[in-house]
């Protein structure tokens, strides 16, 4: 399975415009090789290098398991978005006080439709998801605020 995004590659920096300093809108992704006998897809995105540790930026998850793409400012109808850091059930931008920054957008297949409500926090989503992983992807962007 694999995650990318047009918008910039691995392990590089994320455009200003998915971020503060921007339009503040979620950059487009790609879903490759996909899991046969996955049932949903989750994504967490968040910042490890936050100062006050591990910052959520976007939680989605019940995602259909033929979703091949997001597009730019955009998340699947049928899925469910959590609520992030910013206390908003949306995308937040990358945003950091100082430094350079890493965004980690994971991808999980799963085995099953979680019944997690739509302000579970992110605690609650990963424990939920926890025993139904069959497989994870991750891509790393990198920002630093100017």
């Given at each position: 399975m694999k995650i990318s995004?047009?918008?910039?590659?691995?392990?590089?920096?994320?455009?200003?415009?998915?971020?503060?300093?921007?339009?503040?809108?979620?950059?487009?992704?790609?879903?490759?090789?996909?899991?046969?006998r996955t049932k949903s897809l989750a994504l967490i995105v968040d910042d490890p290098d936050a100062p006050s540790g591990t910052w959520t930026h976007w939680?989605?998850?019940?995602?259909?398991?033929?979703?091949?793409?997001?597009?730019?400012n955009a998340a699947p109808r049928e899925a469910i978005v959590g609520k992030n850091d910013f206390y908003h059930n949306s995308y937040g931008g990358p945003c950091p006080p100082s430094g350079t920054h890493r965004y980690f957008f994971?991808?999980?297949?799963?085995?099953?439709?979680?019944?997690?409500?739509?302000?579970?926090?992110?605690?609650?989503?990963?424990?939920a998801l926890q025993p139904h992983i069959i497989e994870t992807t991750e891509l790393m962007g990198t920002y630093q605020k100017k």
């Amino acid at each position: 399975m694999k995650i990318s995004s047009p918008a910039f590659t691995d392990n590089r920096s994320i455009p200003d415009r998915y971020t503060c300093n921007g339009d503040n809108i979620s950059p487009p992704l790609r879903f490759e090789n996909v899991p046969a006998r996955t049932k949903s897809l989750a994504l967490i995105v968040d910042d490890p290098d936050a100062p006050s540790g591990t910052w959520t930026h976007w939680i989605v998850w019940n995602m259909s398991p033929r979703t091949q793409e997001l597009a730019e400012n955009a998340a699947p109808r049928e899925a469910i978005v959590g609520k992030n850091d910013f206390y908003h059930n949306s995308y937040g931008g990358p945003c950091p006080p100082s430094g350079t920054h890493r965004y980690f957008f994971r991808l999980y297949a799963l085995d099953a439709v979680l019944q997690t409500a739509g302000h579970a926090t992110r605690a609650e989503l990963e424990k939920a998801l926890q025993p139904h992983i069959i497989e994870t992807t991750e891509l790393m962007g990198t920002y630093q605020k100017k």
